[in-house]
């Protein structure tokens, strides 16, 4: 059965999604000029979460339960993403670093340890970067800033190296370059993101079982308008900025675990080593990119283990 648009929105809203964050609950905060949607749950040290694309807060759900028992947990949808402001500008890591730097300042924290994933992994990075003051620990899973070697990814797959799942030694990342295009993708998804989701869920995951019906079904309707896929390619757009901004940073002092999936490791290792002065790095070769929901214990281990004193 088809469910009409009226009825998935409320369905998925941030109101009825939330019963699925047990001692969870949602909030919005005005920062740096946006609008910005996070849920919040537990008690004790802080770790702020951001997530990726194509994916909302809710991608934090296999895991934000568990860090809860310890920590106070915050998930936040970054500018751009689920029912946060979506606006004509400010799509650089460095001005997404400025609005969760604020949204510290405002839960009056002096310091948090930051989780980032994919897209969320690169504000977290930026914040790093542009001020290390509010950081206590960093944790970038499958995410790091943008840099020059993004200039070097080819148009064209390896000959056999694009098929149904992608190649850990070849990876064919085609929508880092397709999300670069203006105004025509959201011609072609809007109302039809759901075709684009499952194929990449399909694509980059090991066993894409692992992203239930009713994920894919969130993350369809979170993308399926004009907004939201203008909005999240934004993030994309602003590469070539925040790939200059990146020239200007100086090495991260703070303790930096990377977590990297069967496809990202190998960059991770390489990149790693030049941006942090103290870094771990966890190889999770048995899962793909959205390791949340394909290996949570072994993300739920290593982080656990990066956090210990």
Request: proline content about 4%.
């Amino acid at each position: 059965m088809t469910v009409s648009s009226g009825s998935a929105q409320q369905q998925f809203s941030d109101k009825q999604l939330i019963e699925d964050f047990r001692g969870f609950s949602n909030h919005y905060a005005e920062v740096n000029g946006v609008h910005l949607h996070y849920v919040d749950g537990g008690t004790g040290e802080t770790l702020i979460c951001l997530p990726g694309w194509p994916q909302t807060w809710y991608s934090y759900l296999n895991i934000a339960a568990e860090f809860s028992k310890t920590h106070r947990v915050i998930v936040v949808d970054i500018r751009g993403m689920g029912t946060s402001d979506k606006p004509q500008n400010g799509y650089d890591k460095k001005t997404m670093a400025e609005d969760i730097r604020q949204l510290i300042h405002l839960l009056g924290l002096k310091k948090a340890t930051l989780i980032g994933h994919d897209i969320g992994g690169m504000v977290a990075m930026s914040i790093a970067f542009n001020h290390p003051e509010v950081v206590e620990k960093l944790i970038v899973a499958d995410g790091l800033h943008p840099n020059e070697g993004m200039l070097q990814m080819s148009l064209l797959p390896v000959p056999g190296t694009f098929g149904q799942k992608m190649d850990a030694n070849m990876p064919y990342a085609w929508w880092m370059g397709f999300n670069q295009v203006k105004s025509l993708p959201e011609k072609i998804l809007e109302g039809r993101f759901r075709f684009l989701i499952d194929w990449l869920f399909d694509y980059v995951m090991i066993d894409e079982t692992k992203m239930t019906e009713k994920e894919r079904s969130i993350y369809a309707e979170a993308y399926n308008d004009a907004a939201s896929i203008r909005a999240s390619n934004a993030w994309y757009q602003a590469f070539g900025q925040d790939i200059e901004d990146s020239k200007t940073y100086q090495q991260l002092t703070m303790p930096v675990l990377g977590i990297g999936s069967n496809v990202s490791y190998q960059f991770m290792q390489m990149a790693m080593p030049y941006v942090c002065q103290n870094s771990h790095l966890v190889e999770l070769s048995n899962g793909g990119h959205y390791m949340f929901e394909e290996t949570p214990e072994q993300v739920i281990e290593a982080i656990y283990n990066f956090l210990k004193p």
